[in-house]
């Protein structure tokens, strides 16, 4: 069996997200094997007794991974002190115990969202280290020009920090486009998702999104999913996500030996998957929406 920190063995049981787990260890409330436990503290929940307030605390190994057609109108959280309500709120309550959606996607953003209580499957999809590349259909204001959609190709500075290069393809105009205030439809791969990228980088090429849609995360697709609706992941998907992860080999932390104050632009540590409109796998529906 293996060690675990005992925060992620907590959250997992369903006793407390990891941050208020670590606040029952810091109060002397959690004991291992009857002693009383330490931040940073390791055990085996297979094999070691593990309590909070003197209760058993019971952890499964057997993790939930969810997918979702999230809707407009749900913050992707577990809870919201605004009151707001979020995307655990569609999830049926049996299903909720120590569940966390995977990334993020804005407010106003519909389309696929995991939730898994797998904490280190989670990393895997969520960090841009993995490789695990986010694809979008996006609805514009106007038709950008070829010239403006190689800046969101090659990357734009947001908050001091330029964007990693992504993919971006024309999918459609909608009825109407060649009259003013008509509209059009891209598709767009991201290999990082920071806040309000794909809404900040239009509007920055003076084209706002008018609806945006996650369709894809990496291999996985389900158009038959209904908007509002969830499922589980089958086994095979569960397998093809890692695995899709797993070709990916971390890069080493270590800063670079030079060029480090010189005042010269840093090159991106990332080299561009493509500069090219993207040849798929977006699939151009009959109508649009």
Known sequence: MSLERLQKILARAGVAARRKAEELVRQGRVTINGEVARLGDKADSAIDSIKVDGKRVVSSKAYRYLLLNKPRGYLTAVEDEAGRPTVIELVPQPWRKALIPVGRLDYQTEGLLLLTDDGEFAQRISHPRYGCHKTYEVKVKGTPEERQLERIRRGI??????????RVQFLRNTAGHEAEGGNSWFGVELSEGRTRQIREMFFRIGHPVQKLRRIAI?????ESLPVGSLRELSEREILVLRRSTDK???KPSAKPASGRGSGAAKPSPRAPRSSQPAKGPWRVRAQGR
Do not use: E
């Open 157 to 166: 500075v947001l908050d001091g920090r330029r964007t990693a290069p992504c």
């Open 218 to 222: 990496g291999p996985l697709r389900d």
């Open 248 to 250: 990916v080999v971390a």
